[in-house]
C-alpha cells in the first residue's frame, strides 16, 4: 500500500484562484511529519511547508497552508491567488516515528499545477 | 543559505561503465540522501547516510552503492551502469533531527546508452 497519495496528476487553475492539492497518507505512527515540496521545471526542490502529527493549528506559510486533518489522515497543501510562477510539480511527503538520525522521507507521486492567466 | 551542489546537471554514460555521482553539502548536515525520480513514480529512496562511513538502504538499492568518507560529502556509485538506470537524480542533506527540511541539490540527469 502506498504511504503517501496524491490522487490529482494534473491540476488546472487560473491567476489569482485558490487552489487545493490533495494529499493523504498512511501511518501507523503516532509522531510524524509532513512535507510539501515544489520542483519547477527547472529541477531544484523547494521545501514549502511542514506539519508535526502535533501541532494542533495548521501549518501556514505566507500564500501556502496546510490543511492537516488528522483523523481522515490526510494533509491538503492549498495555494491562495496562486501565480503564474506557481506553476510546478507539488510532492506530499512524510517522516514516520519519532524524531531520529538518518529518517528518510517517503514521497508521493506528484500532482502537476499550471496556473494561467 | 545552505547549498547542495551535484558534480553534473547532466551525465551520458555507456552500459557496463562505473558512474560516480557527486554530493556537497556545505552546512554542517548529519544525514544525507541520494533519491532517485522518474516520471510519474515521484521520488524513491536508493541510500542515506546519517555520519561518516555509516550507510543504511533505501527502497532501491539494487545497483548502486555509496560512500561517505567525509561528513560533507557523500558519493552514489553505479559499478556497472545500465539503460534502467537513465533517470533524474537528486542528493538531499538535513539535520540529525529528521524534523527539519531536507535541502536538496540541483539534481543530475543521467542518460545511460
Known amino acids: 500500500a502506498q504511504k503517501i497519495t496524491q490522487t490529482q496528476p494534473g491540476m488546472f487553475v487560473q491567476e489569482k484562484e485558490a487552489v487545493t492539492l490533495d494529499c493523504t497518507y498512511d501511518?501507523?505512527?503516532?509522531?510524524?511529519?509532513l512535507f510539501w515540496y515544489k520542483q519547477p521545471s527547472s529541477g531544484e526542490m523547494i521545501f514549502l511547508i511542514y506539519?508535526?502529527?502535533?501541532?494542533?493549528q495548521n501549518a501556514t506559510e505566507g500564500r501556502y497552508s496546510l490543511n492537516f486533518q488528522k483523523a481522515r489522515k490526510s494533509a491538503n497543501l492549498v495555494i491562495s491567488a496562486s501565480q503564474l510562477g506557481d506553476s510546478a510539480m507539488y510532492f506530499c511527503?512524510?517522516?514516520?516515528?519519532?524524531?531520529?538520525?538518518?529518517?528518510?522521507?517517503?514521497f508521493g507521486k506528484g500532482t502537476t499545477l499550471s496556473v494561467s492567466s | 543559505d545552505v547549498k547542495v551542489t551535484q558534480s553534473s546537471r547532466y551525465l551520458v554514460k555507456r552500459t557496463g561503465e562505473k558512474v560516480f555521482l557527486e554530493c556537497v553539502q556545505d552546512?554542517?548536515?548529519?544525514?544525507m540522501f541520494w533519491y532517485r525520480q522518474d516520471p510519474g513514480l515521484g521520488l524513491r529512496l536508493i541510500y542515506f547516510?546519517?555520519?561518516?562511513?555509516?550507510?543504511e538502504k533505501g527502497d532501491i538499492p539494487e545497483g548502486y552503492s555509496v560512500s561517505r568518507e567525509k561528513k560533507e560529502r557523500f558519493s552514489l556509485i553505479l559499478e556497472s551502469a545500465s539503460t534502467n538506470q537513465t533517470s533524474m537524480y537528486l542528493c538531499?542533506?538535513?539535520?540529525?533531527?529528521?524534523?527539519?527540511?531536507?535541502?536538496f541539490g540541483p539534481g543530475t540527469r543521467l542518460t545511460v546508452t
Open positions: 552546512m554542517d548536515h548529519e544525514n
Open positions: 538531499a542533506s538535513s539535520l540529525w533531527d529528521s524534523s527539519y527540511e531536507q535541502y
Open positions: 501511518t501507523s505512527d503516532q509522531s510524524y511529519g
Open positions: 511527503a512524510m517522516r514516520e516515528g519519532v524524531r531520529q538520525a538518518g529518517t528518510a522521507l517517503i
Open positions: 506539519q508535526g502529527s502535533y501541532d494542533e
Open positions: 547516510s546519517y555520519d561518516v562511513k555509516m550507510k
